[in-house]
């Protein structure tokens, strides 16, 4: 089991950037892959990244040249890096652990442990 604080949000203004961090607990952090997920107001969360324990990484198209995940394993760390940014990708966002398949990576269902999630605003 891992327990995961996610850390890092905030607001800013288009084009801006912000680096968020996923800190996880328990030895078993490397085991893991590892995403972020996304949930806007009214909306379903919806996948951004993945660093799988493969150590492949997977990002929804929506995001593919402006954001880019890794992890410190040493340091049970996930990070999420976010450069121009737009007000459309407002929300809160979560880290999770699991070992899903790579068909379900995107499903937060088959994802098993979640962080409380941080806000990330970005205005005009």
């Known amino acids: 089991q891992v327990q995961l604080v996610e850390s890092g949000g905030g607001s800013v203004q288009t084009g801006g950037s912000l680096r968020l961090v996923c800190a996880g607990s328990g030895r078993t952090f490397r085991n893991y892959g590892m995403a972020w997920f996304r949930q806007a107001p009214g909306k379903e969360r919806e996948f951004v990244a993945v660093?799988?324990?493969?150590?492949?990484?997977h990002y929804a198209n929506s995001v593919k040249g402006r954001f880019s995940i890794s992890r410190d394993n040493t340091k049970s760390i996930l990070y999420l890096e976010m450069n121009s940014l737009k007000p459309e990708v407002t929300a809160v966002y979560y880290c999770?652990?699991?070992?899903?398949?790579?068909?379900?990576?995107?499903?937060?269902?088959?994802?098993?442990?979640w962080g409380q999630g941080t806000q990330v605003t970005v205005s005009w």
């Open positions: 999770a652990a699991g070992k899903p398949i790579l068909s379900a990576i995107h499903d937060p269902r088959m994802w098993r442990e």
């Open positions: 660093s799988r324990g493969t150590g492949t990484k």
